[in-house]
């Protein structure tokens, strides 16, 4: 699968927090989410494992419990059903990849 930018499309999850679904395989899902300063992704937890990587911008990302001050290049991995939550401080654009593919997700 290839995907080009402007072939992307995003829909609003939450108030302030747009994702778009990148690629995907048969194991792997990758998606850019954007999110506008000030916005908030409640506390949740899913089966999917989840890695990411902040491209720009300020959050604060809380791991199961845990706060971490995230800036441009950190990453994280989150297992499969450990709680976690986000805050963007300023508008900010993180890529996160989800195993297994996040049905959901799909365009």
């Known amino acids: ?6 072939q ?3 829909r609003e999850m939450i108030e302030g927090v747009k ?3 990148m690629v995907h395989g048969e194991k792997t899902l990758m998606a850019r989410f954007r999110l506008t300063g000030g916005s908030d992704i409640p ?3 899913h089966p999917h494992e989840q890695t990411g990587l902040l491209i ?9 419990g845990l706060d ?9 991995c989150i297992g ?5 939550a986000a805050k963007a401080l300023e508008d900010s654009v993180a890529v996160e990849v989800f195993s297994p593919v996040r049905e959901d997700y799909l365009d």
Not at 56 to 64: A, N, Q, Y
Request: overall charge negative; proline content about 5%; hydrophobic content about 35%.
């Open 1 to 6: 699968m290839f995907k080009k930018e402007d």
């Open 8 to 10: 992307l499309t995003e």
């Open 19 to 21: 994702m778009g679904t």
């Open 43 to 45: 506390a949740h937890e």
């Open 56 to 64: 720009s911008g300020h959050i604060v990302l809380t791991i199961d």
């Open 68 to 76: 971490h001050d995230v800036a441009p290049g950190d990453s994280w």
């Open 80 to 84: 499969s059903g450990v709680p976690h």
